[in-house]
């Protein structure tokens, strides 16, 4: 399984978002300078974030976005769903599917669990943990060093 681009995006441009948490406001500029992803990416990701509730537009001089609710209570399966929509790793998962075996096909009655547990993986992960934890290979090189 793999994310597609934009959904890639989109948390890279949230994590970055929430690192401006509690303070100032940001922008799709700061963003995109702070991310290297380009501007017209992440005007794009702004909009849909925007629409799907994740991000709050600031009016005004100066203005920007924020997020619409604290890091910890935006997770990882909000922001990939805001992109992609549903988690469902197969068409078979849709009311009607386009699949030649469908009438035969014995795994469609468990495709909604497998997709119920990667939701609930990503629903772990919070944009909190994303902005402030180091990544693991970083912790394990300090627990080397200590």
């Known amino acids: 399984m793999r994310l597609s681009s934009m959904a890639d995006y989109a948390v890279v441009a949230m994590r970055a978002a929430a690192l401006h948490c509690g303070g100032d406001r940001t922008n799709a500029s700061e963003i995109s300078e702070e991310t290297g992803l380009p501007l017209p990416t992440v005007q794009k990701l702004v909009s849909r974030?925007?629409?799907s509730g994740l991000l709050?537009?600031?009016r005004g001089a100066g203005g920007g976005f924020r997020l619409a609710r604290?890091?910890?209570a935006?997770?990882?399966a909000d922001i990939v769903e805001a992109i992609?929509?549903?988690i469902q790793l197969t068409q078979c998962c849709e009311e009607h599917g386009d699949c030649a075996i469908e009438?035969?096909?014995g795994t469609r009655a468990h495709w909604p669990q497998v997709n119920r547990a990667i939701r609930g993986a990503l629903s772990a992960i919070t944009l909190a943990d994303l902005a402030h934890e180091k990544a693991p290979q970083d912790k394990l090189i300090q627990e080397i060093s200590a």
């Open 84 to 86: 992609e929509g549903p």
């Open 103 to 105: 009438l035969r096909c």
């Open 49 to 51: 974030l925007s629409s």
């Open 74 to 76: 935006i997770t990882v």
């Open 56 to 58: 709050r537009s600031v």
């Open 70 to 72: 604290p890091a910890a």
